[in-house]
Every structure is written in C-alpha cells, then in structure tokens.
C-alpha cells in the first residue's frame, strides 16, 4: 500500500514558474513508477508525466514539453513536478500517482488526492 500527499499547488501567473511535490509512504517507494495527471473542470484526467524508479526514464505529454520536469528522489520518498512557462490552460487539479508499469504503460495503482493550480492570464 502506498499513500501519497500532493503539495505546492497555488496561484501563478501566465509565464511564471510552480512546483509541486508529492510525498509517498511506505518502504518501497524505489520500486514504483511515479505520474502526474492532471484534470481541468469539465475535461477528463490527463497524463502529464513519469519517472520510472531508479529516475532514469522519464515521458512527457507532448504539450508540457520543454517546459515542465519530473524528478525524484528516492531517500526522501519524493517526486517534484517542476512547471515553468505556465499558461492559463496548464490549470487544473494535478495528482500524483504510483503504479507498477514503466514509464509509457500508464498503470497506476495508487493516487493521491490532488492539489489546485490555477494560471492567470
């Protein structure tokens, strides 16, 4: 069982830079796959991006490219989503989740709650 705890959402403006983090529990963080998704109101939850465990495979959705990072680390039980450039249509609720697959097989297990982040124009 893994929980996860997502953390750093906020208030941004368009162009500015946010990071968020989500802690994880348990002992066996290493051997997980971590994702962020996120969902804006009224669309579907989307794949943003993962890191595989030992943090040597990461994928991104095409949009975020270039412009956001996914890190971890494992001693602190840890994963950071690092967002620069932001624009209005980053907005959503972004959540953190863990799964067994690699980095392009989408299977997560376990989510987290999700925290806000809102871009202004």
């Known amino acids: 069982q893994v929980h996860l705890v997502e953390s750093g959402g906020g208030l941004v403006q368009a162009g500015g830079s946010l990071t968020v983090s989500c802690l994880a529990s348990g002992r066996t963080f290493s051997s997980y796959t971590m994702g962020w998704f996120r969902q804006a109101p009224g669309k579907e939850r989307e794949f943003v991006a993962a890191?595989?465990?030992?943090?040597?495979?990461?994928h991104y959705r095409h949009s975020v490219l270039g412009r956001f990072t996914i890190s971890r680390d494992n001693a602190k039980n840890t994963v950071d989503l690092q967002m620069s450039s932001l624009k209005p249509e980053d907005t959503a609720v972004y959540y953190c989740?863990?799964?067994?697959?690699?980095?392009?097989?989408?299977?997560?297990?376990?989510w987290g709650q999700g925290i806000q982040v809102t871009v202004s124009s």
């Open positions: 989740a863990a799964g067994t697959g690699d980095v392009l097989a989408y299977e997560y297990q376990y």
């Open positions: 890191i595989n465990g030992r943090g040597l495979a990461t």
